[in-house]
């Protein structure tokens, strides 16, 4: 049920509501003032009734002494002011009867309360009472010594003013008429008001059932949808959406709470990473890679008992949970156990997939208590013990490890110091052109200056800067010691062409890429910049928002050069829809294309190729003359490697730029 549509059923609701108290209120008020009115009016007739009946006994007292006694005269004027009284009274009291029965003229309640009075009936009531009242002006304006000679004056006071006269009986029946007419009105206001209590009661059941009732089922229903997506999402959240395991933060999750609640204090974890898992991927497409993780999830489960869990925590590594006390051997037959369950053939789409797995576990015990993330670094360090031996190979984290684990922690963080403190920094190693033998670029090449003086290659640090996801800031700390060699290079006049640089996944995956670079190297053009790129970056996740920002890199005058070249699974699809600029031939190609005639014809097509493309060449690797001759045919191939220099330091690679442009120099002059 839409909110707006909520919203109009529930004003709708109130407005029936407000309407019907609201005509409950004016009918239930009018109905209250007529009948205040009734009752005023009741009380104004018979105190109109007690006036003319104290005025007919003081005209019958009167009248009798005067018969009895000539005395009577002394009574006329005992009463004299009295009577004047009650003529003033009598005729107040008709004001307000005739005021009063105005009032009743209130036409919200006429069709509830029957009228009291006609109006003939008031007016001629009205008439002789006014009329009494000016007889009994008269009678008290007497002089008590005519009284009685005056029979005009107090007969026709005695005759209306009689038990029998029609003044007091009008004024009798008027009073006792509106007493029960009264009476009847306030039955009639209770029924009245009981309806009134029966609509608004209906009117509530009504709207209940009408509006309120669909609109809490409608709510109900609503929340019991957002509680199944408010459960799916958390499901979700931390289960695998494509084998429907627990992922990462429901490992963690239940570790934390099994030790912070002391349950099953003896539990172990292994991680079950499948070998090469990613060529299936980039072979057979994502579907058949999607359908072997989602048959692998449904083996190893199976192989588990009651109470252990398996999670996926990573793109093509699971981890299992186990419960309870499980000694080395238990834990060597259980890892052999889910290595044979992975290795078994697997059918998609009618080809059959052999892959394999590699289990590193640790375990974790009330002798040697260990926090959740520990246990899961130990477990991690005993996979990637076991991946170094190959594929299929099991690793039990132990004492020994111990040690080596520390020693891998010890390692990141001097790693981290050192990229702080700027001891990580560029040397350069130059790139020639194969046949004038000058000088066209340069490569930046890491090496990490220890505190003892030692330089180190990034075969010694590289793996540890990948694992603690320091990679990033590698390329930083590279890029910022290009930007201070390229400003002494352009002060001194001795800028190469180009220098390129290697760049991590991540770098190339950061959207700010452009950005970082403009706010390195300024807002100019960047021709002078290569950025090498590794096939496999391609292929990766990122490898979508990678090209996005290579093209936009290029745009600025950036040129990319695919590193490695012939050693990944799609080099030549890449050639034809990537914008690359340059290739550079993988050393492992040079080194054996003299011994393979095979590998010298595949060195040669590549380079048949890029030419036609209009793509430059760099050989890398090259270490003897016999490899640089193999070159020699081409025009515009560059090479690098020991045969040329070995990689130089900053000031180094200075004085040999500086060298070169005086060799440059002096053939010119020679030339002319």
Same mark, same amino acid.
């Given at each position: 049920m839409p909110l707006q549509r909520l919203r109009r059923g529930y004003f709708l609701a109130l407005l029936i509501l407000a309407l019907v108290a609201c005509g409950s209120y004016l009918i239930i008020d009018a109905m209250q003032r007529a009948q205040s009115h009734a009752v005023k009016l009741t009380e104004i007739a018979a105190s109109q009734r007690s006036n003319l009946r104290r005025v007919a006994q003081i005209v019958e007292l009167i009248l009798r002494t005067q018969d009895q006694n000539p005395g009577g005269q002394r009574w006329l004027a005992a009463t004299h002011q009295e009577l004047a009284a009650l003529a003033d009274d009598i005729s107040t009291t008709r004001l307000a009867f005739d005021a009063e029965l105005a009032r009743m003229h209130d036409p919200l309640s006429r069709p509830f309360i029957r009228p009291l009075i006609s109006t003939q009936r008031a007016q001629r009531f009205s008439a002789m009472t006014e009329a009494a009242a000016e007889q009994t002006r008269k009678f008290a304006a007497l002089d008590p010594n005519q009284v009685e000679w005056r029979f005009s004056v107090w007969a026709p006071i005695e005759l209306e003013l009689a038990a029998e006269g029609a003044l007091m009986v009008e004024a009798t029946a008027i009073a006792g008429e509106l007493n029960a007419l009264a009476m009847e009105n306030s039955a009639s206001f209770r029924r009245v008001h009981m309806l009134l209590a029966v609509v608004t009661l209906l009117t509530l059941l009504a709207e209940y059932l009408l509006i309120f009732h669909p609109m809490l089922e409608q709510l109900r229903l609503r929340h019991d949808k957002l509680a199944r997506v408010t459960s799916k999402l958390r499901h979700l959240a931390s289960h695998d959406l494509l084998t429907g395991v627990g992922n990462r933060l429901l490992l963690r999750q239940q570790l934390l709470t099994m030790q912070a609640n002391e349950i099953a204090p003896e539990h172990a974890v292994l991680l079950v990473d499948i070998d090469d898992f990613k060529n299936v991927n980039d072979i057979f497409g994502h579907a058949a890679g999607d359908h072997i993780l989602g048959q692998i999830a449904h083996r190893l489960h199976a192989r588990l008992k009651r109470g252990d869990a398996l999670f996926r925590t990573g793109s093509d590594e699971f981890t299992v949970l186990i419960h309870g006390e499980l000694h080395l051997s238990g834990l060597v037959v259980l890892a052999n156990r889910l290595c044979e369950t992975v290795s078994k053939p697997m059918q998609y789409e009618g080809k059959e997939f052999l892959v394999r797995a590699?289990?590193?576990?640790?375990?974790?015990?009330?002798?040697?208590?260990?926090?959740?993330?520990?246990?899961?670094?130990?477990?991690?360090?005993? @996979?990637?013990?076991?991946? @170094?031996?190959?594929?299929?190979?099991?690793?039990?984290?132990?004492?020994?490890?111990?040690?080596?684990?520390?020693?891998?922690? @010890?390692?990141?963080?001097?790693?981290g110091e050192a990229l702080a403190q700027g001891r990580i920094r560029p040397c350069y190693q130059p790139i020639y052109d194969i046949r004038s033998r000058r000088i066209v670029g340069v490569e930046a090449l890491a090496r990490w200056h220890t505190e003892d003086g030692e330089v180190l290659t990034p075969t010694h640090f590289l793996p540890t800067l990948q694992e603690y996801g320091m990679l990033d800031q590698l390329s930083d700390a590279m890029l910022r010691g290009v930007a201070r060699d390229r400003q002494q290079w352009l002060?001194?006049?001795?800028?190469?062409?180009?220098?390129?640089?290697?760049?991590?996944?991540?770098?190339?995956?950061?959207?700010?890429?452009p950005q970082r670079l403009q706010a390195l190297f300024g807002p100019g053009d960047l021709h002078w910049l290569h950025v090498e790129v590794v096939e496999t970056a391609l292929l990766n996740q990122g490898g979508g928002l990678i090209?996005?920002?290579?093209?936009?890199?290029?745009?600025?005058?950036?040129?990319?050069?695919?590193?490695?070249?012939?050693?990944?699974?799609?080099?030549?699809?890449?050639?034809?829809?990537?914008?690359?600029?340059?290739?550079?031939?993988?050393?492992?190609?040079?080194?054996?294309?003299?011994?393979?005639?095979?590998?010298?014809?595949?060195?040669?097509?590549?380079?048949?190729?890029?030419?036609?493309?209009?793509?430059?060449?760099?050989?890398?690797?090259?270490?003897?003359?016999?490899?640089?001759?193999?070159?020699?045919?081409w025009p515009q191939i560059a090479g690098q490697g020991y045969f040329f220099s070995r990689p130089l330091s900053p000031e180094a690679l200075l004085s040999l730029l500086a060298e070169a442009a005086e060799l440059h120099t002096a053939s010119q002059r020679g030339l002319s």
């Open positions: 590699c289990v590193g576990a640790a375990a974790h015990s009330a002798a040697d208590p260990i926090t959740a993330d520990e246990l899961l670094k130990r477990a991690d360090f005993a @996979l990637r013990t076991a991946k @170094l031996k190959g594929p299929g190979h099991i690793r039990i984290f132990d004492k020994c490890d111990q040690g080596l684990a520390a020693a891998r922690d @010890l390692l990141g963080h001097r790693l002060e001194r006049g001795l800028m190469p062409d180009y220098v390129s640089i290697n760049f991590s996944e991540s770098t190339l995956a950061d959207k700010r890429l090209e996005s920002n290579l093209r936009h890199l290029m745009r600025q005058g950036v040129r990319v050069a695919l590193d490695d070249f012939g050693t990944g699974y799609a080099s030549l699809t890449h050639l034809r829809g990537f914008p690359c600029s340059v290739i550079k031939i993988d050393q492992s190609f040079v080194s054996a294309m003299l011994k393979d005639a095979g590998t010298l014809l595949i060195v040669r097509g590549i380079i048949d190729i890029a030419v036609g493309l209009g793509i430059e060449v760099i050989a890398e690797g090259i270490e003897t003359a016999a490899q640089c001759e193999v070159f020699q045919p």
